[in-house]
Every structure is written in structure tokens, then in C-alpha cells.
């Protein structure tokens, strides 16, 4: 098991700019997730994966936020038109529905700051 | 609303010190509860779980935590803490049995004076 894995690990980007942030789950792992943490902030849910359905999209995902997961393995999630606003960690997990209670696994995060 | 709270933000102990972590849920029905550790520049790791059955639930580098219905509360302890304990925790809650989908509190950060 070789982790959860998330590429870039650090972006800086200018507002208005596009990013796209990848995550490699945990391989037979059918669910991924992808959280948002601030300073001083507990993770909050974005949106999670059952395969390559996206099963449940929160409200603080707006429409400038996508994420895929096209062939049920790793998953990108793009901001479009980045605002000061989502300059957070931007955490991606994975887990295998069924077992082990469904225990979910972090990466180490991708970290975001649009200037 | 469903949320999760951690009353302690920055807590200071010497090692050998007794922990007690405060967390707190807001929700009478269902619930799983978590207990994540993040040391410093590492990932979120899972120290301990609750879904049902015994109450007391024992978790990795000795760590436990107990299920209280009747205070909303699932506190995590540890009888002596060591330097290599210092990191944030963070207490998480699955409403409705949820597993999918985590409510976290803010994280309170420990740190183990040697």
C-alpha cells in the first residue's frame, strides 16, 4: 500500500488563473474523497467518489469547482477563475467500501495559494 | 446543524502528563466517531474509531477514547504522553452512520515539552 498520493504538493497561482490538482488513491480503493482545510480549520468535505460516480457534491463545492474520477482510479479536481478565497489544502482520501468499516486514508495534501 | 467541537485549541503538557482531549457532537441519532492525528508535515493518520458496541475504544501508540451518548462526547486519553506525541488531533463524526462523509472539528494542537 503505497498511499494516497496528490500532485502538485504546492501552487501558487494568480487569481483568475486555472488549477488542477490529481490525486492517486490508494489502488483498490472504489471510493475517493476530496476535503478542503484552512488555517486553523478542521478538513471540510468537498465531494466523494464511489468508482467514477460522484455520488455527493457539498455547497461549499460552487460551480468553479469539478472534479472526475473518469475510470474509477485517480481523480483531478480543477478550480476555475481562482479567487483569494480558495487558497486552502486541498486533501484528497480514498477507502474501500465495506472493509475495515470503511476507514478513509488522507494524502498529504495539495497546498493552494492564489495570489 | 450537525457539527463537531473541540473545545482545547493549543494544549501544552509535560511528557509523562495525563491527556484528555474534549470533543463533542451535535447529533442524537446515529453517529461514528474518529479520532485523526496530523504530525507535523505528515498526513491525516487515524488513531482510533467508534461505530458501535464497547464504549471504550482503544487505538494505536496507546491512545483511547470513550463513548458517552449521554454527554455527546468522545473524548481521547492517553495515560502518559511522550514528545513524539506533539501533533494536532482532530475529532471527526460520520452523521446518520455515515462513513462517506466527515464532520471535523477545528483540531486541537498539542504540544509535549520534553
Known amino acids: 500500500d503505497t498511499g494516497v498520493s496528490q500532485d502538485p504538493r504546492h501552487k501558487i497561482t494568480k487569481r483568475g488563473q486555472n488549477v488542477t490538482f490529481r490525486c492517486d488513491p490508494i489502488?483498490?480503493?472504489?471510493?475517493l474523497y476530496w476535503y478542503r482545510q484552512t488555517l486553523g480549520q478542521g478538513p471540510e468535505f468537498l465531494t466523494y467518489?464511489?468508482?467514477?460516480?460522484?455520488?455527493?457534491k457539498s455547497r461549499l463545492l460552487s460551480d468553479r469547482f469539478s472534479a472526475e474520477r473518469p475510470k474509477g482510479s485517480f481523480s483531478t479536481l480543477e478550480i476555475q477563475r481562482t479567487e483569494q478565497g480558495d487558497s486552502a489544502m486541498y486533501l484528497c482520501a480514498s477507502s474501500l467500501a465495506g472493509r475495515s468499516g470503511n476507514t478513509i486514508y488522507f494524502g498529504e495534501g495539495s497546498w493552494l495559494t492564489v495570489v | 446543524a450537525q457539527s463537531v467541537s473541540q473545545h482545547n485549541h493549543h494544549v501544552i503538557l509535560s511528557e509523562a502528563a495525563s491527556l484528555e482531549l474534549g470533543c463533542n457532537y451535535s447529533y442524537g441519532g446515529t453517529v461514528n466517531l474518529f479520532w485523526y492525528v496530523q504530525y507535523p508535515g505528515q498526513h491525516l493518520q487515524l488513531l482510533l474509531k467508534?461505530?458501535?458496541?464497547?464504549?471504550l475504544v482503544k487505538g494505536i501508540k496507546g491512545f483511547e477514547a470513550e463513548f458517552i451518548k449521554s454527554k455527546f462526547s468522545f473524548n481521547l486519553r492517553k495515560p502518559s504522553v511522550q514528545w513524539s506525541d506533539t501533533a494536532e488531533y482532530f475529532c471527526?463524526?460520520?452523521?446518520?452512520?455515515?462513513?462517506?462523509?466527515?464532520?471535523f472539528g477545528t483540531g486541537t494542537l498539542l504540544a509535549v515539552q520534553p
Open positions: 467508534y461505530f458501535s458496541g464497547d464504549p
Open positions: 471527526a463524526a460520520g452523521y446518520g452512520g455515515a462513513t462517506n462523509k466527515l464532520i
Open positions: 467518489f464511489q468508482n467514477e460516480a460522484q455520488l455527493e
Open positions: 489502488s483498490e480503493h472504489n471510493r
